[in-house]
Antibody, heavy 118, light 110 residues
Framework: QVHLVESGGGVVQPGRSLRLSCTGS????????LHWVRQAPGKGLEWITV????????FYADSVKGRFTISRDNSKNTLFLQMNNLRPDDTAVYFC???????????WGQGTRVIVSS | QTVVTQEPSFSVSPGGTVTLTCGLT?????????PSWYQQLPGQPPRTLIY???TRFSGVPDRFSGSILGNKAALTITGAQADDESTFYC??????????FGGGTRLTVV
């Protein structure tokens, strides 16, 4: 059974940093693409970044490019999202998702909430 | 900037059939966008329904089907049930690693 568990969310002041983690189990973690998708309060889903299943290529939405960095540690089945220079509009629930290809979102975690507020 | 469009809301009668669509503000949706569909209940993570245009994800009943209709991707739900009442999202792959979600369609079963 596939499980993805996010952690690291919390309340942070604007301009500060936060690192999210997502630990996976029940599937060959190192062979899957991994995404972060966020959902602001009362809003829809927003794809923000992916690390590919091959060569760890990374891609970002314009809204986070230059501020967020995705990475993975396959030895620990863990995905990371380093978020720098956070803004109030980064307030959202952050979901990790795994996919067989970078275009896929097969499995989802429960999400971790990030609130950016002074 | 290309935006992925979905109907903001839709209603269907219990037992009825509804087709939700997923389009682009510029251009047509094709299988090369690998459209996929997700269902989300309030406070829950998304649930994968359809990927690669029409492939049902594991455990998804055949009441849900995906297709390309004209210049849009489509999700058709037959035999609508009360617990189908939720928000449905599509996502399109734009190439170069970039995916874009539609704004979601809130489905009401009444």
């Amino acid at each position: 059974q596939v499980h993805l568990v996010e952690s690291g969310g919390g309340v942070v002041q604007p301009g500060r940093s936060l690192r999210l983690s997502c630990t996976g189990s029940g599937f060959p973690f190192h062979t899957y693409a991994l995404h972060w998708v966020r959902q602001a309060p009362g809003k829809g889903l927003e794809w923000i970044t992916v690390i590919s299943e091959v060569d760890d290529l990374t891609f970002y939405a314009d809204s986070v490019k230059g501020r967020f960095t995705i990475s993975r540690d396959n030895s620990k089945n863990t995905l990371f999202l380093q978020m720098n220079n956070l803004r109030p509009d980064d307030t959202a629930v952050y979901f990790c998702s795994s996919g067989y290809y970078s275009r896929d979102f097969d499995y989802w975690g429960q999400g971790t909430r990030v609130i950016v507020s002074s | 900037q290309t935006v992925v469009t979905q109907e903001p809301s839709f209603s269907v009668s219990p037992g009825g059939t509804v087709t939700l669509t997923c389009g682009l503000t510029s251009g047509s949706v094709s299988t090369e966008h690998y459209p996929s569909w997700y269902q989300q209940l309030p406070g829950q993570p998304p649930r994968t329904l359809i990927y690669n245009t029409k492939t049902r994800f594991s455990g998804v009943p055949d009441r849900f089907s995906g297709s390309i209709l004209g210049n849009k991707a489509a999700l058709t739900i037959t035999g609508a049930q009360a617990d189908d009442e939720s928000t449905f999202y599509c996502v399109l792959y734009m190439g170069s690693g970039i995916s874009v979600f539609g704004g979601g369609t809130r489905l009401t079963v009444v």
